[in-house]
């Protein structure tokens, strides 16, 4: 079993909403970063959403700041992203991330100690 499970991937409208969810087992969820990020066809993996595990605290990335808003559960040992005003440029497969106490705003890849196996979002014109 994957330690980290997504959901909530679709199609949709420019301008429409979704919301991924990611559920974890078999971590000490509280104890992670926990992150989102994605990667277009043809494109590298960048980073879109984090939020920290001591505070709480979250950054995102330019392209998405305003529209997306990480949460997370620590009960459900779930991290959410919800996606609004969502271009076709958002198009892509988001992966979740997790990283062992993870410090700072904006998550690296190169940190992270789990991934989810990815959910596709598409966005059309």
């Known amino acids: 079993q994957v330690p980290l499970l997504e959901s909530g991937g679709g199609s949709v409208q420019a301008g429409g909403s979704l919301r991924l969810s990611c559920a974890a087992s078999r971590l000490r969820f509280s104890r992670y970063t926990m992150g989102w990020f994605r990667q277009a066809p043809g494109k590298e993996r960048e980073f879109v959403a984090s939020?920290?595990?001591?505070?709480?605290?979250?950054g995102y990335a330019d392209s998405v700041s305003g529209r997306f808003t990480i949460s997370r559960d620590n009960a459900k040992a779930t991290v959410y992203l919800q996606m609004n005003r969502l271009r076709p440029e958002d198009t892509a497969v988001y992966y979740c991330a997790a990283d062992l106490r993870g410090s700072g705003i904006k998550m690296s890849s190169d940190a992270c100690d789990y991934w989810g196996q990815g959910t596709q979002v598409t966005v059309s014109a």
């Open positions: 939020i920290n595990w001591q505070d709480q605290s979250t």
